[in-house]
């Protein structure tokens, strides 16, 4: 079978933050994955409504950050699992370690996903999210 490589790219902003003036941006993209080529792709439930409503209820710009006026951006690639568990949260590039934390604990907390399947057989697959720091 020849390889083909999938990337699906969503982007949404969200501002959800106890100022709010203050915003957390994100947006999530599949990680291309040479010799994968899934039948479905792994979603969060709600699709893309449903992340939005997750992190508008869940993210907060972190009180450090936000004293000290740090802004910045943080890409974080983790795997959906199997089962859907999100797992190998690593980060490509960070402006700063409280972002990293904050992205951790919002992909942690995030819930179990609907996995992508190949031949109705679950498959791990990876994402792409970058996370934008930026007061208002």
Do not use: C
Not at 3 to 25: E, R, T
């Amino acid at each position: 079978m020849k390889p083909v490589f999938v990337v699906i790219f969503f982007v949404f902003g969200i501002g959800a933050l106890a100022n709010a003036q203050d915003m957390a941006k994100a947006s999530y993209q599949e990680v291309t994955q040479p010799h994968l080529q899934v039948d479905k792709q792994a979603m969060y439930p709600g699709g893309k409504k449903g992340i939005d409503l997750y992190i508008m209820q869940n993210i907060r710009y972190p009180q450090q950050a936000r004293e000290q006026r740090i802004e910045g951006k943080v890409y974080a690639k983790f795997t959906v699992g199997k089962k859907g568990k999100i797992t190998k949260i690593e980060f490509l590039q960070s402006d700063h370690p409280l972002f990293e934390k904050e992205a951790e604990r919002l992909l942690k907390g995030m819930g179990k996903w609907i996995p992508a399947y190949v031949d109705e057989q679950p498959v791990e697959v990876s994402y792409m999210y970058p996370f934008t720091f930026k007061l208002g």
